[in-house]
């Protein structure tokens, strides 16, 4: 894909994937969201407080964000591992790290680098939601819950592998 030089981004540009086979503690593995998906985003969620004193001033305070995000509707497929994963946590009703992986966010619209593209790792627990779904498929919707520190690096979209920069950036989803 070449770089987005000029003008509005088109959505396809903004990749998202997560590492599904890391899930359940199995073997690292990116899959790219969006197939079945009309609209993905991510939202903040900031934690923010305003007050007023006594004398009309006032404060305006930001905890943080609670990023999180749902791919809704997901339909499984069988050759996926990210499907099969989600199959999983759902027939033995799994909690805690068992959810745990890692998301990448991948700028596409800029240029790549020996295939590498500017993205961000974060940590991640995805949570199936409900299974089931209509006529159209069997579906698995889930919600991303973003955690941790986010890492600036590349994704080489050919080899599914993050690099971390050299020197990280501290963009956590907490703000600390």
């Known amino acids: 894909m070449a770089a987005v030089t000029t003008g509005k981004i088109a959505r396809k540009y903004m990749a998202h994937f997560l590492d599904s086979g890391s899930l359940c503690g199995g073997t690292s593995g990116y899959e790219r969201l969006g197939k079945d998906l009309e609209e993905y985003n991510v939202e903040l969620n900031p934690d923010t407080e305003t007050s007023k004193n006594i004398i009309g001033e006032s404060t305006f305070k930001h905890n943080g964000y609670e990023v ?84 600036k690096g590349t994704y080489n979209v050919t080899t599914g592998k993050f690099t971390a920069a050299t020197s990280s950036v501290n963009t956590s989803s907490t703000g600390k």
């Open 68 to 151: 999180s995000s749902e791919a809704d509707p997901y339909y499984a497929e069988a050759d996926s591992v990210l499907s099969q994963k989600l199959q999983e946590i759902v027939d033995n009703r799994y909690t805690d790290d068992n959810l745990k992986t890692n998301a990448v966010e991948v700028h596409m619209w800029k240029e790549a680098t020996s295939g590498a593209y500017e993205a961000y790792q974060q940590e991640c627990y995805v949570t199936p939601t409900s299974y089931g779904g209509d006529t159209s498929g069997y579906q698995i919707p889930f919600t991303v819950n973003y955690v941790g520190e986010r890492t």
